[in-house]
């Protein structure tokens, strides 16, 4: 892992909530803050939990393209990955990452059909630190 992987690496790990981007019907980029990836593999794969019924779950249904940004405000520090976003409702990936207190969101629990995970998978991304930026590929891990 580069340094600058290292650095990115770090930052996401300390970063509460990011940034999630999609691409509207009319072609323009949508912006969303969600709570960071309760299950990750390194930079190359990011789990989180949202609602079957909302916009962004339509959006990424129709155009997979998305991005993930994480920052840091007090160091000046950003990380943009670029990306794949699918829609999973495999109980498998619902079980993955569901957590004690979600049915505050998902009343019927685990098998809730308003309850589905995303998946991202980067591509490549450009770490951001005070006045540099450096770009970077993600290389997907073995399964």
Known sequence: MTEVEQKALSLVE???NVVVGSIGE????????MFNARVREGLSVFYFTTNTSS???AQFNERP????YFSDAKK???LMLLGTMEVLHDQES?????REGDDRYYPLGPTDPDYCVYRFTAQ???????????NF???QQET
Do not use: C, H, V
């Open 14 to 16: 300390r970063t509460a």
């Open 26 to 33: 009319d072609g323009f980029p949508n912006m969303k803050m």
């Open 55 to 57: 916009l962004r779950t």
């Open 65 to 68: 393209q998305a991005s993930l």
């Open 76 to 78: 000046f520090n950003g």
């Open 94 to 98: 619902k079980d993955l990452i569901w």
């Open 124 to 134: 490549r991304g450009r770490y951001y630190a005070g006045l540099g930026s450096g």
């Open 137 to 139: 590929e993600i290389r």
